[in-house]
């Protein structure tokens, strides 16, 4: 039986160490991501942690499941709801499925509002984007334009298949195609965020397009992925890696070259502004309504639609001008 | 898995009767380790709302275990019941377009589940294909097929009277889903070890050729299983996506893994030949009150698959470790 005790014994010190945690506070904000373990949440969350900081009384709860799913999702938001948290700011991994769940949340007086990946509109308050989806799509086909004032072959890295975000960004880009003339792009492929599964599609790309002149990976695993890839098949100058991506793990793609320039709006300000719009529509400062005005701290204030959705602010470009600076924040 | 020529060692003793019960004993007492712990660590875990929150983390993953309990005591294994789930779904939400009664929905899903489990029945009975082989197979072309169908598309708009199976209550917090696990591990129970299909299915487990010589039609046993699996899946499909109340292609993503972990985690031999069903519900309860407890408790996901990982191990290790100990 000495096993037995030995299992008995890890789930009791397992349950003892992380129940030290801190516990109760004025208010508990919730912040719920894609899957633990990615760079850009882990920075948000530093946002976050920064806006409890500015107001005060005020704990972050940073979760997520393991991988990209609903499902996994599904359980974080019921164990959230079970400890009876004042705030979820979710970024979801499927508008639809997790929609029934958030809706409890709400029926059960809890604030919930989605931010970056957002939630169908009956399952949340209000949806905060990081930016405007056209200004993200122009601005990726840029990046890959702004470097082949010939013309060329371009392809598109994205994450998984049903990933909201990439899709639309994906959309507004083809929407503007036609102010880049010359630009071709050849392919989607999909890398489901996966660092392994990215790298492979990337090498997909250069032996099946082997005049491909840019690889746009609107998603920061894919980009470093490609970047990568490219470096591998010694490709640098060739092929010019570009999309969303994080400075930091995109400072070692700057320097070598496989990658010129690339967008991100500042996931810390997203973690900052998703923080204080939780805790004002918590505290009923304000009211997620068409038109209403919602302040986000040092980030000025955000204004929603009709379907209760507002831009953060616009994209931003490094590249080896200033990686340098930014690679060390985030 | 079909091979014959593996050691095949005699569990037809009564001391393997006795350590069957002390497993399960074993089991029961870490299940219930893991909830007073729980309580002591969470003001939140003992509720009844909660409690009852927490039981939809197993049950549909409980339901296609029970099935895929009696396959693996059979030799087999059939690794594409999470993307039969998201055939079905598929092609429930299709319909839902259709405006297609809630009893018609459900039909469809299971009898979109059936035709799966008899697809890789077929190939593993009538071809005689290995069944890993083969399901690994339709793991990729069932999901494939809803992706076809979907892309990044949903299906959306179910009857209001379909969110009844995945989000309904039968009395106060007993939920519809768990009192179809009850009574499925009540039905599965009784089955496996009541009926002499039971008995033929452990038979095929310990000796295919031997049981086929004792007069017992193993093919079709094992065509039955496959059918049973799909059929599990297809009911699983429907509570899933009444719960989730959409259908993506992606739904249910990996849920196959999970499912093997709870049979194995139930004290099924991975090999085939034994293995209980009151073993795979309290392993389905272990599962759910670990990743439910350390939920409450904000524990990082990444931690949590540690733990089952580790558990796993543990429990697999166990009969090895013991043996080792007697020698």
């Not at chain 1, 989605?114 to 601005?139: F, K, T, Y």
Request: overall charge negative; some cysteine; glycine content about 10%.
């Amino acid at each position: 039986m000495s096993v037995m005790k030995k299992m008995l014994t890890t789930v009791a010190v397992a349950t003892a160490f992380v129940g030290g945690a801190a516990q109760a506070e004025d208010m508990r904000i919730a912040l719920v991501v894609k899957a633990l373990g990615i760079g850009f949440f882990e920075a948000a969350a530093k946002g976050a942690e920064e806006a409890a900081a500015e107001l005060g009384g005020v704990e972050i709860i940073y979760t997520g499941p393991t991988d990209t799913t609903a499902e996994g999702q599904i359980e974080v938001i019921n164990s959230l709801i079970a400890q009876g948290v004042d705030a979820i700011a979710i970024s979801a991994n499927d508008p639809d499925a997790v929609a029934p769940a958030l809706k409890k949340a709400m029926d059960r007086g809890i604030t919930v509002i989605s931010w970056d990946s957002g939630v169908a509109q009956e399952g949340r308050q209000m949806h905060l984007n990081p930016s405007s989806n056209a200004l993200i799509g122009n601005m990726i086909i840029k990046l890959a334009a702004d470097h082949l004032p010939e013309g060329g072959q371009v392809a598109v890295l994205s994450a998984s298949a049903t990933a909201t975000n990439q899709n639309i960004w994906i959309d507004e880009m083809n929407k503007v195609m036609g102010n880049y003339p010359g630009i071709e792009v050849v392919t989607t492929v999909y890398g489901d965020d996966l660092a392994d599964k990215s790298y492979r599609e990337a090498q997909g790309l250069m032996q099946s397009y082997p005049d491909l002149d840019a690889i746009i990976a609107p998603t920061s695993v894919g980009i470093v992925a490609a970047a990568q890839a490219v470096a591998d098949a010694g490709k640098i100058g060739q092929i010019n890696v570009t999309g969303l991506g994080l400075p930091s793990e995109m400072a070692g793609a700057i320097e070598s070259g496989a990658s010129q320039s690339f967008a991100i709006w500042n996931p810390i300000d997203l973690g900052y502004s998703a923080t204080m719009i939780a805790h004002a529509l918590a505290t009923g400062a304000a009211t997620a309504e068409p038109g209403a005005s919602i302040p986000m701290g040092r980030m000025g204030s955000v204004t929603l639609d009709d379907t209760n959705s507002g831009a953060m602010a616009d994209p931003f470009v490094y590249d080896a001008s200033n990686i340098e600076q930014f690679k060390s924040i985030f | 898995m079909t091979s014959t020529d593996r050691f095949i060692p005699d569990r037809l003793t009564s001391p393997l009767q006795k350590r069957l019960k002390s497993w399960e004993t074993l089991l029961l007492a870490v299940a219930i380790a893991i909830f007073i712990a729980n309580s002591l660590a969470s003001p939140y875990f003992l509720n009844a709302w909660n409690l009852s929150d927490a039981t939809f983390n197993f049950t549909e993953k409980a339901m296609i275990a029970f099935a895929m309990a009696l396959l693996i005591i059979a030799g087999e294994i059939d690794l594409s019941v999470a993307s039969i789930i998201a055939l079905a779904s598929t092609a429930m939400g299709a319909a839902a377009q259709f405006d297609v009664s809630t009893l018609t929905l459900v039909l469809i899903g299971l009898s979109v589940g059936l035709a799966c489990g008899a697809f890789n029945a077929v190939l593993v009975t009538m071809m005689g294909l290995p069944s890993i082989v083969v399901t690994i197979g339709t793991m990729s072309l069932f999901r494939g097929i809803s992706y076809i169908v979907l892309g990044d598309q949903a299906y959306r708009g179910y009857p209001g009277a379909f969110s009844y199976f995945g989000q309904g209550y039968v009395f106060w917090v007993i939920s519809f889903e768990f009192v179809l696990f009850a009574v499925l591990a009540v039905i599965y129970g009784v089955v496996l070890h009541k009926t002499n299909f039971g008995r033929a299915v452990y038979a095929i487990g310990n000796n295919a050729t031997g049981a086929l010589f004792s007069g017992i039609r193993v093919d079709r046993v094992k065509f039955i299983l496959f059918l049973l699996t799909g059929l599990m899946s297809g009911i699983a499909a429907v509570c899933l996506t009444s719960r989730l109340g959409s259908t993506r292609p992606s739904i249910g993503l990996g849920m196959e893994l999970e499912v093997v972990t709870m049979v194995v985690l139930g004290g099924v031999n991975i090999l085939g030949g034994s293995g209980s069903i009151p073993g795979v519900v309290i392993a389905a309860f272990v599962m759910g009150l670990v990743t439910f407890g350390l939920g409450l408790l904000n524990v990082p996901g990444i931690v949590m698959s540690i733990f089952i990982g580790a558990l796993l191990i543990g429990v697999i290790a166990l009969p090895r470790l013991w043996s080792m100990l007697r020698k």
